[in-house]
């Protein structure tokens, strides 16, 4: 094992990081809103948005990410949809697909709010938007937040498979270090500890908050 | 439109045997993770530090980071230790580990939600600890998982799609082949769309039945709620967290 | 008061998720290329003439330490954006992204080992070849000497969305092929072990068995030789010709010559334009 190609290799580590970083952090705004969308529709009272929820839902579940990005990439291309570069393919593929689990989750919280909160809102005059960012949405705080930050850990890994359409983040330049020094199990290992850095301290702070949540 | 979904049908056979060694490679990978959860599990309730240190870093190590670098180690990097495993071998061995650290948690957390009176009513029964783990938490541990396990043989089914970068003739890596020739990308796609969604609902479908037969009394899942098609009501709620 | 509001916002949604949907779908299809709507006019103008490479394919494109794009079909891209006067900027792609890049119009020509062949130029356009290419058979010295025809039943690896895998079935179906998304990907199976052998371009085994004294390269090419050309979008005369009048001074200026004794060490195999 040659650890001096990999530090001196290491631009190639940093700027896979960079790309990693950028596609998550986008991704975990973008899935958010997403998800918080959804997840309003499917607890609205309106029949027909409620199943096209439980159909986006369905569809997004229950097929690979990467069969999803494959997809959006190959597909935008051959229907003459232009300009969807690499990186927006993988942002709109995990939007999508994080965006259903998180919707799963925002609707679980959202549904563990008494009912009686949203008729004191109806009472107090406020409208139904007004009521569910303000009065609805803090009170999931305890329930949402650590499958939710659970959620961002598996958005973060799950970056990883956009090195399939070539996607430059921390998996690709792993294998072109890889290319350039013909030894798998050093670049590997540097890829899996850069990428523990990143994760573990969230996953700490998942089980932190799942402690807080459930008091006994 | 409609010829270009007869012609990327034509390829069927190909798609429903990518999709048979997928089901086939995503079961062999539940059943190494259903071991190495257990055993996992066990080592992390156990009292020796010296089973408990091992489970705790193999659970950690897993969970933080991609599965696909878990692949490419198992295939690419293993050979350099004088491992060679088939890339199917390699890809139920990554699935299978992966998912078992998933499963230790689940197990873990299982277990530790039976009541200690069952433990202390089976002592005094004059159990031994081994039949009292296998005739009293056991069971009981699996009652209160079972929804979350069956959704990681889903997680299997679907994570099987990246062992087409290790070369796995399965549904993703035939589809992106056939797509490359006939170049029909939203059809075939789609097709392995399908096919995935097929798979995932049959198997909800199949726990969800065992869970009312298997268990006494019968495991029901959260209802559901009121939906348009009333013979949707015949269907048991599937799939939680 | 409040299902009627929600249902007027449900009608409006639709409403214009209906426009937007007929929007894009009436935008389908290019408009009829003239002069100045060419692709040629529009990378003079920009100053900038987008390309994509193979950048895990060395030593047709590969990346540097820093991160740089590197390799032949860069040198070539590059002297291409030079006579033209603007920049050039290299996109990575992989083989199966090739045409997709092209037809969304993300670049303005591929240059990555593009083999000539017409079930893809029912698709895009090819300008006359500038490299040629075998296809050979890498496998490690320790195997002894081998074809592919004595491979039956053993696993050859080959690059998805690239002519290797039916060539390799043509000769001998008995072989188990393994489809890997990069070359890289599929040369790291040889060394490792986990395939016995691998077809790929005759230029870039050449190369890849120069860099690894464990790797052997055959002579004998296991297809009729293979033009590589630059693929560029269907349906724009102008561009195509422009690049094909670039090609023949490009090729017979020597320039060609020379960036390719650069780059493999020797001098081109075969002659680019092909007799018959």
């Not at chain 2, 170049?183 to 097709?191: N, R, S």
Request: aromatic share 8%.
């Amino acid at each position: 094992m040659n650890w001096s190609t990999i530090w001196s290799n290491h631009g190639l580590f940093t700027s896979g990081l960079e790309g990693t970083v950028e596609l998550a952090a986008t991704a975990v705004v973008t899935g958010t809103v997403v998800g918080l969308l959804v997840a309003a529709v499917r607890t609205s009272r309106v029949p027909v948005l409620a199943q096209l929820g439980r159909l986006y839902l369905e569809v997004f579940r229950g097929t690979p990410l990467l069969v999803q990005m494959l997809f959006i990439y190959f597909g935008a291309a051959y229907q003459g949809i232009s300009n969807i570069t690499v990186y927006e393919a993988a942002l709109i593929a995990l939007t999508l697909y994080e965006g259903a689990y998180m919707a799963e989750i925002f609707r679980a919280g959202i549904e563990a709010v008494p009912r009686g909160q949203w008729e004191a809102s109806r009472v107090l005059g406020l409208g139904p938007v007004q009521t569910f960012t303000t009065v609805i949405l803090p009170q999931t705080r305890t329930i949402v937040l650590p499958p939710l930050v659970g959620q961002y850990l598996s958005l973060i890994k799950d970056t990883s498979i956009a090195v399939v359409i070539g996607y430059v983040e921390l998996m690709r330049q792993g294998q072109a270090v890889i290319d350039r020094t013909s030894d798998p199990v050093a670049p590997y290992l540097t890829v899996a500890a850069l990428y523990f850095i990143i994760c573990f301290p969230l996953s700490l702070a998942v089980r932190r908050m799942e402690r807080k949540a459930a008091p006994a | 439109m409609l010829s270009d979904w007869t012609y990327a049908l034509q390829d069927w056979r190909t798609y429903l045997s990518a999709a048979e060694l997928t089901f086939n490679l995503s079961l062999a990978a539940f059943a190494l993770a259903l071991a190495l959860g257990l055993l996992g599990a066990l080592a992390r309730g156990s009292s020796h530090a010296v089973l408990r240190a091992p489970a705790a870093c193999y659970v950690e190590v897993i969970r933080n980071t991609p599965v696909l670098l878990q692949m490419f180690v198992a295939f690419f990097a293993l050979p350099s230790a004088g491992v060679h495993l088939s890339p199917v071998q390699a890809g139920v061995v990554a699935l299978g580990v992966n998912v078992g650290a998933y499963l230790t948690e689940i197990f873990r957390a299982g277990i530790q939600a039976v009541p200690r009176g069952q433990r202390e009513a089976a002592r005094v029964l004059a159990l031994g600890p081994a039949r009292t783990f296998v005739h009293v938490v056991l069971p009981q541990a699996l009652r209160n998982v079972y929804p979350a396990v069956v959704n990681q043989l889903v997680q299997i089914i679907l994570g099987s799609s990246l062992l087409s970068a290790i070369s796995v003739p399965e549904l993703t890596g035939t589809a992106t082949v056939i797509n490359s020739q006939n170049l029909l990308t939203v059809e075939d796609f789609g097709i392995a769309a399908v096919l995935y969604l097929v798979m995932t609902n049959l198997v909800s479908l199949a726990a969800a039945l065992i869970a009312r037969l298997a268990f006494k009394p019968p495991l029901r899942t959260r209802v559901r709620p009121r939906t348009l098609n009333p013979l949707r009501r015949l269907v048991p709620a599937r799939r939680e967290a | 008061m409040n299902v009627r509001r929600s249902r007027q916002a449900l009608a409006l949604c639709v409403g214009i998720l209906a426009v937007s949907l007929l929007a894009a779908c009436s935008s389908h299809g290019t408009s009829a290329n003239t002069v100045q709507s060419s692709t040629l006019q529009k990378v003079i103008r920009g100053g900038t003439l987008n390309i994509a490479s193979c950048l895990s394919f060395a030593p047709f494109g590969e990346v540097d330490s820093s991160g740089k794009a590197e390799g032949y079909d860069v040198d070539v891209a590059t002297a291409m954006a030079t006579a033209l006067g603007v920049k050039v900027h290299v996109i990575d792609t992989t083989s199966a992204d090739r045409i997709p890049n092209l037809l969304t119009g993300k670049v303005d020509a591929v240059v990555c080992n593009f083999t000539i062949t017409s079930q893809r130029a029912t698709q895009i356009a090819f300008s006359n070849p500038y490299v040629v290419a075998g296809e050979t058979l890498l496998s490690k010295k320790s195997a002894g000497s081998t074809s592919l025809a004595q491979l039956s039943g053993k696993t050859v690896a080959v690059t998805k969305g690239s002519t290797d895998g039916a060539a390799v079935q043509t000769v001998n179906p008995q072989v188990k092929i393994q489809q890997y998304d990069t070359s890289a990907a599929a040369v790291l199976a040889v060394k490792q072990g986990q395939a016995d052998a691998m077809v790929e371009d005759s230029n870039f085994l050449a190369y890849q068995a120069k860099l690894d004294p464990t790797l052997q390269v055959t002579n004998t090419s296991v297809v009729p030789l293979e033009y590589n050309g630059i693929g560029v979008r269907a349906g724009d005369p102008t561009w195509l010709q422009w690049i094909n009048t670039w090609l023949l001074d490009f090729n017979t200026s020597g320039k060609n010559k020379s960036l390719y004794e650069k780059w493999f060490g020797i001098a081109p195999a075969f002659p680019v334009n092909p007799s018959y």
